[in-house]
């Protein structure tokens, strides 16, 4: 949403010269924004940050330091910068400074701004980094603007949740954005989607299994019911079931998902798969009483419903791993192989590593 926001400001930049600019400032800012565009594009990070800070320094100077474009564009600088560079934290105090004092009605820009802030000072400062997010998330509340809210909240939950200190925060924080979104945002809003992702994870942290299926498997049903596209909150909602329902011994259940995975992920025989659901290994007690490390090699395949078959032995460094590799991977389950659109029978290959820890 950080990034939405943001885009959205800078999008009703004007390239109209301002009375005290002369028209070649406003043609060299025009020349700096688009390359910064084209940089934002590219991925070019070395780039970005040039060109961001090139527009930041020419619009000051064309918009007027406290102007909320200049704000904007101090934003995408400090976005682009590392946050091991002092330079950002002092940019961005600065500019919630301006923006407090000179814009008071632009809390979404007090929020792209204090967001970044907090993250940065989260480690020395968790509880006024919080508190700088929950006030925003109380504010919009008050103005009931309700997404904003939501977004707000979750986020200072996402950033409670880095810290162990403050898991409990996090959990309350998360429980209060459900709260909003159930209340007031539609059961399609990518927002309440988000949310639910959290409020499952949270349940299944818990050990409340069963109460994180029916929150993601709703996700699920939401997609396949409203939503014409495919979005990164179901492919995770389908995976994160596939590991529930296996761990809950509902493997038939966890079949659908695999098959919904499969669909949305083109399967690539150029690179080793990657399980959805993955029991480890036991370690062999007589190469643990050896002291022995290793690791096996195996060859199989994934059947149309996700499930592992045909095992077979490539090579190991030692024989006394070749069973529990075997007994694991046969527990381990995938998004089958597509072609023409029905899932057909793939062969695929893993290396399992065994280390032994050495005090």
């Not at 390239?15 to 028209?23: D, K, N, V, Y």
């Not at 493997?251 to 690179?271: E, G």
């Not at 590799?325 to 527990?331: D, T, V």
Request: aromatic residues 8%; neutral net charge.
């Amino acid at each position: 949403m950080n990034k939405t926001i943001i885009a959205l400001s800078i999008l009703s930049l004007s390239f109209s010269s301002a009375a005290s600019s002369t028209s070649d400032l406003n043609a060299e800012f025009k020349k700096y924004y688009s390359d910064y565009q084209a940089a934002v594009q590219s991925g070019d990070k070395k780039a970005l940050k040039d060109t961001a800070q090139k527009a930041y320094e020419v619009g000051k100077e064309l918009y007027g330091q406290h102007d909320i474009n200049t704000i904007n564009l101090a934003i995408n600088y400090a976005t682009s910068m590392g946050n091991s560079n002092p330079d950002k934290k002092i940019l961005l105090e600065e500019i919630l400074k301006i923006t407090k004092e000179h814009h008071t009605d632009k809390l979404d820009v007090v929020f792209n701004i204090t967001l970044p802030l907090a993250k940065l000072n989260f480690k020395e400062n968790r509880r006024e980094s919080l508190d700088s997010l929950e006030d925003i998330a109380e504010q919009a509340e008050a103005k009931q603007d309700y997404e904003f809210a939501s977004i707000a909240y979750l986020e200072a939950a996402k950033l409670a949740s880095k810290s162990s200190k403050t898991i409990s925060k996090a959990r309350k924080l998360i429980r209060k954005t459900d709260k909003i979104n159930q209340a007031h945002l539609p059961e399609t809003s990518v927002q309440r989607l988000s949310t639910d992702i959290w409020v499952a994870a949270l349940d299944e942290a818990r050990n409340r299994k069963s109460a994180a299926i029916e929150r993601l498997e709703h996700i699920v049903k939401i997609f396949d019911s409203n939503l014409d596209f495919d979005h990164p909150f179901e492919l995770s909602a389908h995976s994160k079931l596939v590991n529930l329902y296996e761990k809950t011994r509902q493997s038939d259940k966890a079949t659908k998902h695999c098959l919904a995975i499969a669909k949305m992920v083109p399967w690539k025989d150029s690179q080793e798969q990657e399980p959805l659901y993955r029991a480890n290994p036991q370690y062999p007690k007589n190469m643990a009483r050896k002291m022995k490390s290793g690791w096996v090699q195996l060859q199989f395949t994934v059947s149309t419903s996700g499930f592992v078959k045909d095992i077979e032995v490539i090579d190991s460094s030692e024989k006394g791993f070749i069973k529990a590799s075997i007994e694991a991977l046969e527990q381990w389950r995938y998004a089958p192989k597509f072609e023409d659109g029905k899932p057909v029978e793939a062969v695929s290959t893993v290396q399992l590593d065994y280390i032994i820890g050495r005090g």
